[in-house]
C-alpha cells in the first residue's frame, strides 16, 4: 500500500456523526434492547440524506458509517461527502483503513484513487489504480483516473497510453475527452489538446467545464475571439471579457499552464460514471 501522509481523522468523523445523531427527530420512543447506541439511533434517521450539498451528505453517510463500520460500500459513501467538503486529510485516512480491509474491493480501490488526485499525489494513486484495472481491465473511469495521475507525476506517454484504453473501452466519453484534452495541453501540445476537447464539447454529455477548458486553450493559442465566443455560451459578458485578458497574460507566463490540472476530472464522481454527489 502507498505511503500515507494524511491523519487520523477521528474528531472529523465522530464529530459529523455525533451532528448527525443529535440532531435528527427520532421516531421512536427507545433502543432496542440489546443494540448498540449507533445502531439503536441510526435507525431514526432518514432513508436518504436531506440535501445534496456535502454537509448534508457527510452527516447522513457518517452517521451511517459509524453504526457500521465495516461496510465498504458506507465508507466510500463517507469519504465522497468528506472529499466533498474539502476534507481530504480525513477521506484519505478513511480510505486508507478501508482497503486494508477491504483489498479487492474495486469501489474502495478508485476511491481512495480519487482522494490521491484530490490531493495532488497521483503518484501514491498509481498504484490502487493498477489493483483495480486488473480486476476490470475494461473500465473507462479507471483507465481515466490512471491518466490524471500519470499527469499529475509528468508523465505524460504513459497518460496518452492510458486515455487511449479510456476511449477504446468508451468511445467518444466526453469525460476521457476532456481530460486527454487537458493531459496533452500540459504535454505542451495545445493543438492536440484543441482538437480533443472540441470533440469533448460536442458530444451531449459536455459541462461547462469542459467548454472553459476549450475557451483556455484557445486562448493560450491566442484565438481570443474564438475563446470568447465559446466563454459566452456559460458566462456574463464581463467575465468573459476577464477570462480574454487572462488569456492574453498567459501567452506571456507559459508556467500558468500548469493551472489546467484543476480542470482534469481527477476526484469528480461524474468522470467516473458514477452517481454525482461531489
Known sequence: ??????????????????????????????????????????????????????????????????????????????????????????AGSLMARTMLEHPSDVGVLTEYSRVMLSARQGGDALGPIAQAISREPDNWELHSL??????????????????????????????????????????????????????AVAEPGATMQMRQNLALVLGVQGKFDEAGRVSRADLPPEAVENNVAYYRAMLTQPSAWNELEDGEDAGNEDAGGEEATP
Open 1 to 90: 500500500m502507498p505511503a500515507m501522509s494524511f491523519k487520523r481523522p477521528v474528531s472529523v468523523i465522530a464529530l459529523i456523526a455525533a451532528a448527525a445523531l443529535a440532531g435528527c427527530e427520532t421516531t421512536g420512543t427507545g433502543s432496542a434492547a440489546g443494540a448498540s447506541p449507533a445502531r439503536s439511533m441510526v435507525n431514526d434517521l432518514p432513508d436518504a440524506p436531506l440535501g445534496d450539498d456535502p454537509v448534508s451528505q457527510a452527516t447522513y453517510w457518517g452517521a451511517r458509517y459509524e453504526a457500521n463500520p465495516g461496510n465498504s460500500d458506507l465508507a466510500v459513501r463517507f469519504s465522497k461527502a468528506l472529499r466533498g467538503m474539502g476534507s481530504l486529510n480525513e
Open 146 to 199: 490512471e491518466g490524471v495521475a500519470y499527469d499529475q507525476v509528468g508523465d505524460f506517454a504513459n497518460a496518452t497510453q492510458s486515455y487511449e484504453r479510456a476511449l477504446a473501452a468508451s468511445p467518444n466519453n466526453p469525460n476521457v475527452l476532456n481530460n486527454y484534452g487537458l493531459s496533452r495541453a500540459l504535454a505542451g501540445d495545445p493543438e492536440g489538446a484543441e482538437m480533443l476537447l472540441r470533440a
